[in-house]
């Protein structure tokens, strides 16, 4: 869309068309790969991502020695596709962003997932990014809740992520500004933002990432629209839950 | 109804009410399509009609690729409450978006999507007006504006209300005057067509074939300038030649303007010539055109192929000794730089019974601008706007025409009222002049005039300031300064140094990083000062009250305070905001009086006394280390108070409190230049002087060896500053100052840039000798000196940094700018000094001293120094019929023989009489000088050469 960002006061519409408050269309599936313990497809506008799971199975670790503890361990890997963005590059293998975005993922569901139940054991998330256009780390997020309902570790409430940025940049104090939720590729690059996820219908924050700076006084507002636009995601992806769920009520009555 | 988060509704744009014409009686909306916005965009801008006009998404979109200028227009006009334009965004709505269908063109996709978009408006109009119960008879119509043929049939077909821009605007009201704005483009091309048109230049190159040209070095890009002296010969600076690329010639020019990024092929070398030393003036070259009918001609007329000879011929004859500089030939543009630009009619291409009809004809426009050629342009009024400023735009310039063609935009009012010369100034160097508007005065503090620095200093206002009210501070400035940047002081400290301070004005806590108000002063970089008016760069209550210093009252302000031994050495530097209360305000003169006035012996007075002595040793450093004391004309014009009509002309006298406030804004600038650079080595906002290569050079240096036997050594800037001094010839005082003018334009013009772009080295300020150089202490009328301050501010950890100026790319924008702004200022304040020149000489006639500056094979340019002007005496100003001249390039001579023989030499002294005349060619009032006689033999004879003649 060749308007640019500033085009927005016109008609308060942004650069896809879409209102302040709107999410992007997301589409979603669980048990893609049969092979895998669990695993979902996931896609926020332009942005699709795979993610697998294996185990919980037993932590190997290269000495041999029995590691982790009393609890399972949460592992997370990402690998980002050269073609998924504008233009094609190799990320080296140690990233530092996406080691960032692996340890995010990780610490969240550690704490969302029953971990005392599979002590010794290794929970691996895999996932693969083929196609980015903003909100990648709550399209991940995402991702992972899915597979991980599909692979059938218990949890005690879906994580459901969207980012929130704001129109006005740092420190312009133009107090109309409007916030706007669930942000593509080229409003990252200009605006603010933030990625929020929330623990299913309730507002507890469970990550909250922000790299960009913007003004104290915008924060509240993002954040509100990005809670509430956590809650329509966790709509949808119950939906789908649920849809799967009927799927195999109807096959195991046959 | 769209609302924003706070639920804010956003207002209807469009009026419930629209206009009507003699065909929409219910009243109508436009739609324009985007060829009437590329065509027509000046007419949407009128105010006497289109109004209610909806813009569509398409449109705007193809708008902002085919052209960005025309598009910023078009977003301005939407944000005008007045006007009304509304946009649709139609792509984004289910019934209006349009898939491109297998095989159909963009462009015909995207005029499908504008026929869908009117067709489903008036639909819902209809639907709108029906559901709210009116008639149905009162639906105001909707109506696609298009120039292009198909489209406008493909409309009827579909039942699509359309009209063309010339139909639309022939049923209004003002249809004369408005269909003058109309491009004339299209209709001409037809009627070329049908004429089978024969081509005058030739065609330019594929952009691709241009693209690969430039890359494997065989074609070569650059800047495309034209000699202010013959109008036939241009320049092009390319990187890969030391010396600029002459453009000789019509064919060789091939349609390039002024200013245009062109693309250029070198000629063989057996072509290269040297530059021009004859003045071609396109007026006395065609003046005989016939606007109406220029097809049959060539190119070049047979005239100007007859200048242009002769100079070839004087070229080959001087062979060895000659410098032939590269020549080449324009092959294509690749970015039309072409403005609005601002000229009178030539009278002569008015026929006179065409004068009071409304018949439609075609006249040459006469830029004021001499290296813009004519314009034709075609007009219903041009009765009346002979002897009128006008505005024109230039539309497109074919093969096949000999001279761009353009159309009338608005006339500015009679030539040389004051009204119109000072407006056609501002828009010739693109100052904005427009009064502020309402977004950018809503920045402005609310307290308005009655603002004050808060009382308390718990206020947030006071955080980190330092309180040096109790200093003894006072500005020194010209008199009737409004806008006070500045202010020092001085005091004595007890270990025997000084404590100097530099304070200037906060302008940075008032106008914040990206607010209406900062974006407008970055778009105007720069206060201009003419000489009856002043066109601000922030809202006046800024500028010459809120920021200003003035005395007496307590003020905001960031100071720069060291520690200076008496010896003048820096032992420590410091940097805060403050708040300061100035003691008095004094012109220079004032000072002046007070600091050599001995029983005067208050602190204030010592204070400015120790200044002065520091401020003399701080001279004779920057002296020492190679600063260059150069020199350009300047003077003054005196005007009367109550009418404000010039009275007088005097050049300005320098004194000694100028240096003093020169010196220590110049201390302050390097300070602040090595902090910012310092906090931020990639991001800091300085200001270079680039070394000048020798080849500028050359030709003053050759001149002087000539004739004077000096010596002008210009390898460092502490050996030119040297030969400079040594260049004076004991006869005629003013011969060093000649000199000083003349090495000046040959040095580059001191740039802003961002200091991640160039190398430390580079950094260099050639004329100030200094590593490192900034501007900070005007930041009232100059954009620099704020982003001086806000990362000045940030680097002694004030406020943190704005991304505006943190990232490189947004800076090098900034700077762009306000280079281009700096020296549109600069030429537009000599402009004006000009004309006010030429009305204080009106009806006067002088004889006055000059001296000869340059020696062309048919003139030579004459300086006054009394006067600050440079004019052109042509041989055949000299007497008629035009005497012969013989023209001797190696010593600067010229003779003439014949109806009047004189002999001019370089640097010679002459006395001339200053008349004023109009000049035919500008519609300027210039003064006119004429050669009465070479000077006395006894004040000239700077060696022993000279010949005196006289008739």
Redesign the interface.
Known sequence: ???DTS?YS????RLD?R???ELRRITAQITTQAAADGSSYLEMGNTKVICTVTGPAEAKSAAGARTGGDKAEVRVEISIAGFSGVDRKRRAKNDKRISEMQTTIGNAFSQTLFTKLYPHSTISLSLHVLSQDGSLLATCLNACTLALIDAGVPMRDYICACTAGSTS??????E?A??LLDLNTMEEQELPFLTVATLGTTDNVSVLVMET?VQVGRLE?MLA?GVDGCKQVREILDGVVKKRGHKILESSQL | MPRTSPARLIPFVLSEKPAGTKKYSQGHYLVPDTNALLNALDLFENTAAFYDVIILQTVLEELRNRSLPLYNRLIGLTRSEEKRFYVFFNDFRLETYVVRDAGESINDRNDRAVRRAVKWYSEHLAQAVKAAGGSSKKVPAVVMLSDDKENLQKAKKDGVEACSLGDYVAGLEHADKLLDMLTTVKEERDMREARAAEALYQEYFSVSKMMTGVKNGTLHQGSFNVSPYNYLEGSVHVPAFDKSLLVLGRENINRAIQGDIVVVEVLPKDQWQEPSTKIIEEESMNKDENPDADDGEAVVTEREKRALQEEVKKVHSKSSEGRPQPTAKVVGVVKRNWRQYVGHVDESSVSQSAKESRKQQTVFLIPMDKRIPKIRIRTRQAGEIVGKRVLVTVDSWDRDSRHPVGHFVRSLGDLETKGAETEALLLEYDVQYRPFPKTVLDCLPKEGHDWKVPASTEDPGWRGRRDLRELNICSIDPIGCQDIDDALHARPLPNGNFEVGVHIADVSHFVKPQNAMDAEAGIRGTTVYLVDKRIDMLPPLLGTNLCSLMPYVERYAFSAIWEITPDADIVKSNFTKSVIKSREAFSYEEAQLRVDDPSQKDELTQGMRTLLMLSKKLKQKRMDAGALSLSSPEVRVEMESETSDPIDIKTKKHLDTMSLVEEFMLLANVSVAAKIYEAFPQTAMLRRHGAPPKSNFEELANQLKVKKGLELKVSSSRELADSLDACVDDKEPFFNTLVRIMATRCMMSAAYFCSGTQAYPKFRHYGLASEIYTHFTSPIRRYADLVAHRQLAAAIDYEPLDASVRSKGKLEAVCKNINIRHRNAQQAGRASIEYYVGQALKGRVVDEEGFVMKVFSNGFVVFVPKFGIESLIRLRDLATPEPESVFDAENYILKTSGSREVQVSLFEKVVVRICDVVEEKTGKRKVKLELIDPAPAATAAGNGEKGKKSK
């Open positions: 869309m060749p308007l085009t016109l008609a308060l519409l068309g209102r302040w408050n940049s740092y420190s312009s104090n133009d109309q409007d916030p700076r507002g629209v």
